[in-house]
């Protein structure tokens, strides 16, 4: 029974370039979330997907981040551009339902940008 | 604006004894929470969560504690052990109809000593 899985597990970009982080839910769940941990910091919410739908982006940066969770295929969060502000861990998280609280986390992508 | 405080960045606890780690939040429509232990370079894992209709809720080593009128919350873990030693993060959601964002704090590393 696989947990959530994310990969890379480590990503090493230059300035400008775009990083592309991927996050397959639990088996059965329809719900991913994203967050970022900056350094020393707590876990602060991205967006929230269901199936080709973006159901809360309020903590998404205006420009250069988006997010998709395709019918068929893992969750995507693409940094355009990136620079160095945006080295962080980025984990997501899945659920099984729109009833559920419990968000159950994968192991995170560390991103580093030089 | 940090509606999820936890005041304490760290705890030292010898094996054997109890371990209380202290969540606060401001945010009045926050009706459920959750509390996460988080190793490093891993993802956090689900601990134990309470409802804002509850007082208390206990799972084997665990009781989280609910002062939903000091809006304070409470994670007593007993007895300790080292496996333990990790950081603990508590988390809140909003009351939206269904499951939505979790709201974190910025953790509490517990030590566990022998």
């Known amino acids: 029974n696989a947990g959530v899985m994310q990969n890379p597990r480590h990503l090493v970009r230059r300035r400008g370039q775009e990083a592309r982080l991927r996050c397959s839910p639990m088996?059965?769940?329809?719900?991913v979330y994203w967050y970022r941990q900056l350094p020393e910091e707590g876990l602060k919410f991205m967006v929230y997907?269901?199936?080709?739908?973006?159901?809360?982006e309020s903590g998404m940066p205006k420009e250069r981040f988006s997010a998709e969770f395709p019918k068929e295929g893992p969750s995507i969060l693409r940094i355009q551009q990136v620079v160095r502000g945006d080295s962080a861990a980025y984990f997501c998280?899945?659920?099984?339902?729109?009833?559920?609280?419990?968000?159950?986390f994968g192991p995170g992508t560390r991103l580093t940008v030089t | 604006d940090q509606q999820v405080k936890q005041n304490s960045p760290s705890l030292s606890v010898q094996e054997g004894r109890i371990s209380i780690l202290n969540c606060d939040y401001t945010?009045?429509?926050?009706?459920?929470f959750l509390w996460y232990k988080k190793y490093p370079a891993e993802g956090p894992t689900f601990l134990i969560s309470?409802?804002?209709?509850?007082d208390k809720n206990e799972d084997g080593r665990f009781t989280v504690f609910l002062n939903k009128s000091a809006k304070h919350l409470s994670l007593h873990i007993v007895p300790s052990q080292p496996g333990d030693s990790a950081v603990y993060f508590c988390?809140?959601?909003?009351?939206?109809?269904?499951?939505?964002?979790?709201?974190f704090g910025t953790g509490t590393r517990l030590q566990v000593t022998l």
């Open positions: 998280a899945s659920s099984p339902s729109s009833n559920s609280y419990e968000q159950y």
């Open positions: 088996k059965g769940h329809s719900h």
């Open positions: 997907l269901q199936k080709e739908n973006i159901i809360d």
């Open positions: 945010n009045s429509m926050f009706d459920y």
């Open positions: 309470i409802s804002s209709i509850k």
């Open positions: 988390a809140a959601s909003a009351d939206t109809g269904t499951a939505s964002k979790l709201t």
